[in-house]
């Protein structure tokens, strides 16, 4: 059982009764704010070994907490207000690494305006274990939902897609430790700029954590319809062109860029957006009527990809 | 350095431009909700081998989950309405412990009407660790706060103290394996009913989880008044009379009643609501003009405790 049918099966019942959670099956949840207001919530674990590397540097450990959740508000089109940390210290974290921890935390609370407004600090006989709970706010019945695909319109990606899993690879010795590639592993940069500009454009977003065409898939299954994904329109990096392995760009997660749907006449508002914001927008497909992600090489022929996209507890 | 210093060495700069994070001293944040409301909003962790043992039921585990965090609520006079789980499962978790788990959940969430309304299941290397964030709302302004203490007011409880420590003690084996003590240590009662009965009565509230006189301490500190408490008035269940261990009682954890403080024209409408609640309220000291809690044994004199109150990486 992976960790989507483990949800669905012992949790899903449980936020039954609130349609704010989304069925649990969207970035964040919504709850009611104040006057035409809600708030995007959402929360996200990191535990060294899994998430990231026990020897990272610790203010990147703080700040890819930050932003990885930010990620899940960005994708809701929320603007970021503040978090509360659940912090599992290993009992002989020594207060140096303590205050380069901060140090992380301090700097990203500043460069996305949030505070931090609560939480736990424990002591742990295990790994380093992280959880966020961040929140936003969003104009009532705007936010971005991962349901709203509608047939017939382009699928967007914004930045470039595949590079966090090449640096990985690289950080692990499988492949080249190219910097820019190790760089958007570590420290991910949540659209927050793009996700509200969003607001009236896109209609269906998510980000890419798990990975470009699983993620593309929880799109359509939430949406009730099939994509067609072009391959060879796919934006790549230098470095990750280079590396040659479409097979683990088009599956590899992390990359925490947005994907999103839109109305084919929003094709020049996008692209103008793409100018005014300095960020590289793509159109890399189309949402059909159907289910499932079908992805087409440069030759118009379907690829074989096997399972795409990390999941936990996967067998 | 414990967790205090550490959260407020480090974490608290954070919360600075908050107004509703309350220094990061308080057991909920507070944040805007819709017209005339407030959602209290809580976070706490706990960590298998520290805040329970991995072989306790798994139903039990996740209920006090759920109530460890509700109490944080009602200690601000706040109706819980959701939570969001972050879930690090050690990655041998088997489906029939799952199943337990969940219904654990289940069952609080129905009874405490909640619903979960997001957040993440991922695998670990470690120990189990769980991190719930719930939220509740209060009416805007009415929040019970640590900081509302008043000199000449009553210093009052909820239930009776000291049960869940000496529970403690008989799973570990250091003392008798009594049902009562060990059933208050693994599934508290968050007093949530009493928690909101209390607007326009007290004015302080905490509640009383890292040990009685700690946790007095705490209101002390944030209101910046003294407290005499006086040890004998201190409500015992009758095994932990039997037990003849007031030092423990004093400073043990884990209770989860509410602490609170009321000015003495409300005695009469606490001890009626006690009768309606079906619960045990007893005054137990007066607030001072001073700092610190002095606490004085049944022939007035002060009673030496040593640091009471369970810290994280204490020395």
């Excluded at 930010?70 to 207000?81: E, N, Q, R, V």
């Excluded at 793009?194 to 359509?220: E, N, P, T, W």
Aim: contains cysteine; negative net charge.
């Amino acid at each position: 059982m992976d960790e989507f049918s483990l949800i669905a099966r012992l949790f899903a019942p449980l936020a039954a009764g609130a349609p704010g959670a989304l069925g649990l099956t969207d970035d964040a949840a919504l709850i009611e704010g104040p006057a035409g207001r809600q708030w995007a919530v959402t929360a996200d674990a990191l535990v060294a070994g899994v998430h990231f590397f026990a020897d990272d540097p610790p203010d990147l450990i703080a700040r890819k907490l930050i932003r990885v959740n930010l990620s899940d508000l960005a994708a809701m089109g929320a603007k970021p207000c503040g978090a509360f940390l659940c912090a599992c210290f290993p009992r002989d974290t020594g207060t140096a690494w303590l205050d380069r921890f901060a140090t992380g935390l301090k700097s990203d609370c500043e460069e996305f305006g949030i505070a931090l407004m609560g939480g736990d600090t424990v002591a742990t006989p295990g790994p380093l274990t992280l959880a966020l709970t961040a929140f936003g706010d969003v104009p009532a019945g705007q936010a971005l939902l991962r349901s709203n695909a509608r047939s017939g319109h382009d699928i967007w990606v914004s930045g470039t897609i595949g590079d966090a899993a090449l640096g990985l690879r690289g950080l692990t010795g499988e492949g080249p430790a190219d910097p820019h590639l190790i760089d958007r592993y570590r420290l991910p940069q949540p659209r927050i700029a793009l996700g509200l500009a969003l607001h009236g454009l896109a209609q269906a977003a998510m980000d890419v954590s798990d990975g470009l065409v699983g993620d593309l898939g929880h799109i359509c299954r939430a949406s009730g319809v099939g994509a067609v994904l072009r391959a060879d329109l796919v934006p790549l990096s230098q470095p990750a062109a280079a590396a040659q392995d479409l097979a683990l760009v088009l599956t590899g997660g992390d990359d925490y860029e947005l994907l999103f749907t839109a109305p084919p006449e929003t094709r020049e508002a996008l692209i103008s957006l793409s100018g005014a914001l300095g960020l590289r927008l793509t159109a890399i497909g189309r949402i059909i009527d159907g289910t499932g992600v079908t992805v087409l090489a440069a030759d118009g022929q379907p690829m074989a990809l096997g399972a795409g996209g990390y999941r936990h507890f996967g067998v």
